[in-house]
């Protein structure tokens, strides 16, 4: 199926250290999300980027919509171990009706060792 | 109020049997969508309904089919299973059929065997 460039495919950092993951894609996006899935469980959403250009926050999290629409990244700073998951970036697509189905990147996971 | 809920939260089937897994969305929610989430990936989308209309269906055999009822519950169905049908099945449900206001269930967890 179609999916989204993201890396790293995963990362091992130590408490407090700042973390940067980038998800790039072929085709043009009109929104990126960013999502972490802890072990069994669902995704749940983290930042929704509408804009070109934009950088959201929220708390220690920070992603930006690239210029190109083809590209984002998500930082996470100061690291605590409850940051442990996998994250996700994913886009909409839309169907001849304006319903979407959501195409994903295959995940980058993160371990925090305290 | 409760989340997506989804069941069973895990089952084991044999090759060529068949499945039923349900979601009930948000109260409120009218859309619901599934994806199957292979170990190691992301999700890959399968069907979305919305007003209990198939408004989308993704690249999937005929083996797989869903409904959603009156109250807005669905059901997915996997007919004759093989052993790559096992992955945590999604369900997300969200107010509309377009727009990012998505929310997961925790997941069915399919083994086939």
């Known amino acids: 199926g179609q999916q989204l460039n993201q890396s790293p495919q995963s990362m091992f950092i130590q408490e407090g250290e700042d973390v940067s993951m980038n998800c790039t894609s072929s085709?043009?996006?009109?929104?990126w999300l960013w999502y972490k899935q802890d072990p069994g469980e669902g995704p749940v959403l983290l930042i929704a980027?509408?804009?070109a250009g934009e950088l959201t926050s929220n708390g220690r999290l920070t992603a930006q919509f690239g210029i190109t629409r083809k590209d984002s990244f998500l930082n996470i700073s100061a690291s605590i171990p409850s940051d442990v998951g996998i994250y996700f970036c994913?886009?909409?697509?839309?169907?001849?009706?304006?319903?979407?189905?959501?195409?994903w990147g295959l995940g980058t996971s993160l371990a925090v060792n305290p | 109020d409760a989340g997506v809920t989804q069941s069973p939260t895990h089952l084991i089937k044999t090759r060529g049997q068949h499945v039923t897994l349900r979601c009930s969305p948000i109260?409120?929610?009218?859309?619901v969508s599934w994806y199957q989430q292979v170990l190691g990936q992301g999700p890959q989308f399968i069907f979305q309904?919305?007003?209990?209309?198939?408004?989308g269906r993704g690249n999937f055999p005929d083996r797989f089919s869903a409904r959603q009822f009156p109250n807005y519950s669905s059901e997915l169905n996997v007919n004759a299973l093989l052993l790559g049908d096992s992955a945590l099945y999604l369900c997300?449900?969200?107010?509309?059929?377009?727009?990012?206001?998505?929310?997961f269930g925790s997941g069915t967890r399919l083994t086939v065997v």
């Open positions: 997300a449900s969200s107010p509309i059929g377009t727009g990012v206001g998505y929310t």
């Open positions: 109260s409120g929610h009218k859309s």
């Open positions: 309904y919305y007003e209990k209309e198939e408004r």
């Open positions: 085709s043009i996006f009109n929104t």
């Open positions: 980027l509408y804009k």
């Open positions: 994913a886009g909409p697509l839309y169907n001849a009706g304006n319903n979407r189905k959501l195409i």
